[in-house]
């Protein structure tokens, strides 16, 4: 069974901080891990994949992450805060590629102070 | 290319009423995934659905859950005889092929009294 675990349920930060969202993984087929962002009464957007190709990958909105295989880690990062960033943050596991069911973790929720 | 479509975006029902939710794929993709999320929790997954197939109910509740995909038409999530408990926000996403990545509608926010 896949797991994922997100440390630390409510983030902050001030503007123009470094963001630094941690997610872990647990599962027993090499994984393919997503960041979503979900903004308040929204669905979830895709942020990022890492799908066994480059472990750092860029995504939308100035948002990296890196698949550290030997840490099974998967945290998300952002040089500097905006305070459009303030939403919350899922990390998820799928086994196939995004085309099977994805285990999310609880999410975080980024708070973004001036 | 509209995005997965979800309605309606908020549902009231008073306990022991039936719930139904509808969803409409993006143009062109034919797998479709339920997703509830509880007050203060991540997504759970419920059900996986290609066009007039589950594939994958392993999150589905044993009893007064189901949920379809018809040849023509969106998929439906129906809840019967719901209680309290079911209030959540209701995730719809579809993806091309179940190789690629799914795509969220903005949810049904079913409150119960």
């Known amino acids: 069974a896949q797991s994922v675990t997100q440390l630390g349920s409510h983030v902050s930060v001030s503007e123009g901080a470094l963001v630094l969202l941690r997610c872990n993984y647990s599962?027993?087929?090499?994984?393919?891990l997503f960041w979503y962002v979900q903004y308040p009464n929204q669905g979830l957007q895709l942020l990022l994949k890492?799908?066994?190709?480059?472990?750092l990958v860029k995504g939308i909105n100035g948002f990296e992450a890196e698949f550290k295989k030997s840490e099974t880690s998967f945290h998300l990062t952002k040089p500097s805060a905006h305070m459009s960033d303030a939403a919350e943050y899922f990390c998820?596991?799928?086994?196939?590629?995004?085309?099977?069911?994805?285990?999310f973790g609880t999410g975080t929720q980024l708070k973004v102070e001036l | 290319n509209a995005g997965v479509m979800q309605n309606p975006r908020h549902l009231v029902r008073r306990r022991g009423q039936e719930a139904r939710l509808r969803c409409s794929p993006m143009?062109?993709?034919?797998?479709v995934y339920w997703y509830r999320q509880l007050p203060e929790e991540g997504l759970k997954f419920m059900v996986y659905?290609?066009?007039?197939?589950?594939?994958?109910e392993s999150g589905m509740p044993k009893e007064r859950f189901s949920a379809e995909f018809p040849k023509e038409g969106p998929s439906i999530l129906r809840i019967q005889q719901v209680v309290r408990g079911d209030s959540a926000a209701y995730f719809c996403?579809?993806?091309?092929?179940?190789?690629?990545?799914?795509?969220f509608g903005p949810g049904t926010r079913l409150t119960v009294t």
């Open positions: 143009k062109g993709h034919s797998h």
């Open positions: 890492y799908t066994s190709a480059a472990t």
């Open positions: 599962s027993s087929v090499p994984p393919y």
């Open positions: 998820a596991v799928s086994d196939t590629g995004g085309g099977n069911k994805l285990t």
């Open positions: 996403a579809s993806s091309q092929d179940r190789s690629y990545e799914q795509y």
């Open positions: 659905l290609q066009k007039e197939n589950i594939i994958d």
